[in-house]
């Protein structure tokens, strides 16, 4: 296995301590934590130097001002960082967080990984308590 699999190895025994996980044919990882769903992708960005990108949908189809309350939101400091889509349909927010991860093991990684989806579920509870 190289790195990339490596990671994304730990990334899926620290995940299954807490959630069900789906193993993609890319070895990408998705999973849900309450409503939020979570993808974990793994990349080798030089020689050892390997990535594991969490990215969670924290909400979808808002409508009102979203992106200011996620600018001032973001603010506050998190575990990520919040990004808005705007579309037709409303405004989804996305929670991303990259970090290096070679040689993590998965009781340490599923710590920071939680960190960041509990992050996910609680501003999810924030924007549809205001904007639903």
Not at 52 to 66: E, K, N, P, Q, R
Request: glycine share 10%.
């Amino acid at each position: 296995m190289n790195a990339t699999g490596d990671a994304l190895e730990s990334a899926r025994k620290a995940l299954e301590l807490f959630h069900d996980v789906a193993v993609d044919d890319d070895g990408a990882l998705s999973f849900r934590h309450g409503d939020v769903p979570c993808a974990v992708q793994g990349m080798e960005l030089a020689e050892g130097l390997t990535v594991l990108s969490l990215t969670c949908v924290v909400a979808w189809d808002l409508a009102g001002d979203v992106a200011g309350w996620v600018a001032e939101r973001a603010g506050q400091g998190l575990f990520g960082t919040l990004g808005v889509i705007a579309s037709e349909r409303g405004t989804d927010v996305m929670l991303r967080y990259a970090f290096p991860a070679d040689g993590l093991k998965p009781e340490p990684l599923s710590t920071l990984l939680m960190l960041v989806v509990s992050t996910a579920s609680q501003v999810r509870g924030e924007l549809l308590s205001r904007f639903s």
